[in-house]
């Protein structure tokens, strides 16, 4: 994704202790958005892909971005930094044990040598986010943004889900949010998760066979199961195009109608950064 900026007109860089900014930090480059808590307003949404160089780490070109940018290194009301990831697992809140969070995590994932597990509450479904950053990346946050609080994007991406199911109603739903080599997948029968779980994918015939294989083991019909995606996703791609060979319910998730946007965000499919403006409510 090329770098680009969104700026709302009414976006003043001297007033940003009245805003909140999300963050977003992934392997490919870092996004953010800024919300005036004021008027309940987006007012930004800008995205660095990542200048490779001489730089080795995650951490490094992190800190490279945070030099570049006027916002990233200002003082804000408050402030989210939400890691993308693929390794990461749910513990019930009454099981959670914060002392014991490297186990839990050791149940579903390796963990590598210099990695530190973090752990973050999902209230959407009174449940912990146990995820793995890489060496140097929980110092690098804390250096650049030492009052952000850190959550997984599992998290803003349930809480968006019972949003929608709030608004929608209760029938049984699959929810992807897609990313650049695996996807986060969840079905919801009310408020009711039934599955959360990620799958790595290289092809679109990898992504249809998770969809399907996952339809088939909770007996969701095809035919009337509404499927909905965000994310990196192209609402005519080659993915969309073989959904429909075999799902027929499909849409794109929207943005929470409690919040406005500028109207400098309709540059980008509305789609695509549904999970970072979901932040604000989990912070």
Not at 96 to 120: I, Q, W, Y
Not at 173 to 190: E, I, P
Request: with cysteine; net charge neutral; charged share 20%.
């Amino acid at each position: 994704m090329a770098e680009f900026a969104y700026l709302d007109e009414s976006l003043d860089i001297n007033q940003t202790g009245m805003y909140h900014m999300s963050i977003q930090v992934s392997l490919n480059g870092l996004s953010f958005c800024i919300l005036n808590t004021v008027d309940n307003k987006y007012v930004a949404l800008k995205h660095y892909p990542y200048v490779q160089e001489d730089k080795t780490t995650l951490a490094e070109l992190i800190g490279e971005v945070v030099a570049r940018d006027e916002f990233l290194g200002r003082d804000f009301k408050s402030l989210a930094v939400m890691p993308v990831g693929f390794r990461s697992t749910m513990v019930p809140s009454p099981l959670f044990r914060e002392n014991d969070k490297e186990l839990f995590f050791s149940f579903n994932h390796p963990l590598e040598e210099g990695e530190t597990v973090m752990s973050a509450r999902a209230k959407a479904i009174d449940a912990y986010a146990l995820f793995a950053m890489a060496p140097g990346m929980p110092e690098a946050i804390k250096n650049s943004f030492p009052r952000a609080r850190v959550l997984h994007q599992t998290i803003p991406f349930l809480e968006g889900i019972v949003r929608y199911l709030w608004i929608k109603g209760k029938e049984p739903a699959m929810f992807l949010n897609v990313h650049d080599d695996f996807f986060d997948l969840a079905v919801f029968r009310g408020q009711t998760p039934l599955l959360i779980n990620a799958f790595r994918y290289r092809q679109v015939n990898d992504m249809i066979y998770f969809i399907l294989y996952t339809m088939k083991t909770l007996e969701m019909d095809p035919a009337t199961s509404p499927v909905i995606l965000q994310g990196k996703i192209n609402t005519t791609s080659g993915l969309i195009n073989s959904l429909k060979r075999y799902v027929k319910k499909i849409s794109f998730a929207r943005r929470d109608p409690s919040f406005t946007y500028s109207y400098t965000f309709n540059m980008v499919s509305e789609h695509t950064f549904v999970n970072l403006f979901n932040v604000y409510p989990c912070v």
